[in-house]
T-cell receptor
Framework: GEDVEQSLFLSVREGDSSVINCTYT??????LYWYKQEPGAGLQLLTY?????DMKQDQRLTVLLNKKDKHLSLRIADTQTGDSAIYFC???????????????FGAGTQVVVTP | GAVVSQHPSWVICKSGTSVKIECRSL??????MFWYRQFPKQSLMLMAT?????????EQGVEKDKFLINHASLTLSTLTVTSAHPEDSSFYIC??????????????FGPGTRLTVT
């Protein structure tokens, strides 16, 4: 099965907060990431959190990490129509063959912001 | 953040021909680059890891003779799809890793190349 799981769809009204959830399975994850992909474009790094942190806030974005439950969430405050996109959760997993590690991506959550 | 570019952004080629996609790190030297493939409404699938000056490491199930990767310099990696077929049509995304000493070694993604094989 998937190593990183996300819900596939989220609908939110403009001005409300969005919360996108992600679960992962590999306990050797060092960093966890959130990327944004707009239609026809590549991935834009939004934020990341080191695995020994519980929370990270960056302007409208808040990342929460529950390492015990292997649960990561991204909260977007005051969601705008420009936030409509697909959001990917990713973990960097340590590899014996590569000291930096390898990315495992979730399937992505499509966020639709309605006026 | 760092910038990674890809060229072309969109290419249409005939079945049986080869097409080359370039990936460049514009403001940092990337010793390692990655090539991903993305099918519609799906996640990214890692195809191969490319290290400057050495052979690429391919993921299981990816044909190395079909997807030729060259990482000749610290800022350029190329992916050549040889003898392309319609099933190779996809969105190809490259990624470059910053050196670990800078910002924890973040990985930045290019804008992607849409390949359509007719």
């Amino acid at each position: 099965g998937e190593d990183v799981e996300q819900s596939l769809f989220l609908s939110v009204r403009e001005g409300d907060s969005s919360v996108i959830n992600c679960t992962y399975t590999d306990s050797s994850s060092t960093y966890l990431y959130w990327y944004k992909q707009e239609p026809g474009a590549g991935l834009q790094l939004l934020t990341y959190i080191f695995s020994n942190m519980d929370m990270k806030q960056d302007q409208r974005l808040t990342v929460l990490l529950n390492k015990k439950d292997k649960h990561l969430s991204l909260r977007i405050a005051d969601t705008q129509t420009g936030d409509s996109a697909i959001y990917f959760c990713a973990e960097r997993v340590l590899m014996t063959t590569d000291s930096w590690g390898k990315f495992q991506f979730g399937a992505g959550t499509q966020v639709v912001v309605t006026p | 953040g760092a910038v990674v570019s890809q060229h072309p952004s969109w290419v249409i080629c005939k079945s049986g021909t080869s097409v080359k996609i370039e990936c460049r790190s514009l403001d940092f030297q990337a010793t390692t680059m990655f090539w991903y493939r993305q099918f519609p409404k799906q996640s990214l699938m890692l195809m191969a890891t490319s290290n400057e000056g050495s052979k690429a490491t391919y993921e299981q199930g990816v044909e190395k003779d079909k997807f030729l990767i060259n990482h000749a310099s610290l800022t350029l990696s190329t992916l050549t799809v040889t003898s392309a077929h319609p099933e190779d049509s996809s969105f190809y995304i490259c990624s470059a890793r910053e050196p670990p000493i800078a910002a924890g070694g973040l990985q930045y993604f290019g804008p992607g190349t849409r390949l359509t094989v007719t």
